[in-house]
């Protein structure tokens, strides 16, 4: 199928894996349009994406400064054009934040996706790759996670992903015409082998590897690996980190799924690589990658951590193609080439 007449609207396109996968639409003929209200992401992400795919490729780029809380704005974007599917990132994604401020988050994540969904019906465009989480599986009994395990959500976060997919599989129940995906990403790390685009975090990360990238370049002090006594094969938890450009191939195999014939209704794929690493495993490997020292103190669990969580990978390799293609040495080494290109994100040092 000739993907170049194919327009995909990108919601929160400038995000860490938007503007990856927003590179990735494009290398691959896609026309894009990107929704972002910069809630947390920078106009220079953009930018840097223009720069990164060419400005024979950046000319197919169109971007709305829009908040999807805001329905007439964001009608204003369907009447513009004719979308043939909806990418959706869009919404705000860190566990300690949510617990802190659910009503945000419940606000951000659902009003803005019902008024989405409400949008795509008014102008016929019933296709959706829609970004959920492993995160869903809450602290499995079991793994790796298949999709039809039990779902559960262990905070504010979590529960606005699985309620999102709750809303997906009730609308596709009701109205067969619509084709949605859920992608469920695992650990997410990495950058674009150029350096140029990576996860830049507003304030003190909450993730592991945008924490061990403060810490090498000397933002941070120390990492504090949160609980040493897991049943692990080293006592700190394990977790399946996936390289952001395997994640981006994967939203295009999904997307393609989308305009076969025989695509129908709305099915969970995870996005993972299958295997575990554990905290130590990765700081490890960052060291070897980033020749840096990273000190660490040995902390109390964190509350809400699972001790593994890592995917089944059999049904996206089964039904979208896809597998993960990187490792976790190609993880640190990307992870390392952007941070040590951009030590302070896309903003630079603040004066
Ligand atoms: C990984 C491991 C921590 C920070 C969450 C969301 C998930 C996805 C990814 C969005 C854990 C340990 C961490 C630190 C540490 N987000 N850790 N010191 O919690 O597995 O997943 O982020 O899609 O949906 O649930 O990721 O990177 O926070 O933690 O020891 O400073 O690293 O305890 O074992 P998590 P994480």
Avoid at 180 to 202: C, M, Q, T, W
Wanted: contains cysteine.
């Amino acid at each position: 199928m000739k993907m170049e007449e194919k327009l995909v609207l990108v919601t929160g396109g400038a995000g860490f894996i938007g503007t990856h996968t927003v590179v990735q639409l494009l290398k691959e003929g896609f026309r894009v349009s990107i929704i972002d209200n910069f809630d947390n992401s920078v106009k220079e992400a953009l930018d840097r994406v223009k720069e990164v795919v060419g400005p024979a490729l950046a000319a197919k780029i169109e971007f709305h400064f829009v908040d999807l809380r805001n329905k007439d704005d964001l009608d204003k974007v369907f009447a513009k054009s004719k979308f043939d599917g909806v990418i959706h990132f869009a919404g705000r994604k860190a566990v300690g934040e949510s617990v802190e401020y659910p009503r945000r988050y419940f606000d951000n994540n659902l009003i803005g996706t019902i008024n989405l969904y409400e949008v795509m019906a008014k102008y016929n465009c019933k296709k959706m790759v829609f970004s959920s989480s492993s995160t869903v599986y809450g602290q499995p009994e079991k793994v790796p996670c298949v999709e039809d395990t039990e779902l559960k959500a262990m905070n504010p976060y979590g529960r606005t992903k699985l309620f999102l997919e709750e809303i997906a599989r009730d609308i596709s129940q009701a109205e067969p015409d619509w084709q949605i995906i859920l992608l469920r990403y695992f650990n997410p790390v990495a950058a674009h082998e150029s350096g140029k685009i990576g996860e830049d975090p507003k304030g003190i990360p909450n993730n592991l590897m945008p924490y061990i990238q403060q810490v090498a370049v000397g933002r941070l002090p120390e990492l504090n690996v949160y609980g040493h006594d897991y049943p692990t094969r080293d006592g700190t938890a394990i977790r399946d980190y996936i390289h952001v450009m395997d994640l981006a191939d994967g939203h295009i195999a999904a997307l393609k799924k989308l305009f076969t014939p025989d695509f129908k209704g709305c099915v969970p794929y995870n996005l993972g690589t299958g295997r575990g690493t554990s905290v130590l495993e990765m700081v490890a490997a960052f060291e070897k990658a980033s020749g840096k020292k990273i000190p660490m103190k040995l902390c109390p669990r964190r509350a809400g951590d699972a001790t593994a969580v890592y995917a089944a990978v059999d049904k996206a390799a089964k039904e979208l193609g896809w597998k993960a293609k990187y490792g976790i040495e190609e993880m640190c080494r990307d992870q390392w080439n952007w941070a040590s290109k951009n030590p302070w994100g896309y903003q630079g040092k603040k004066a």
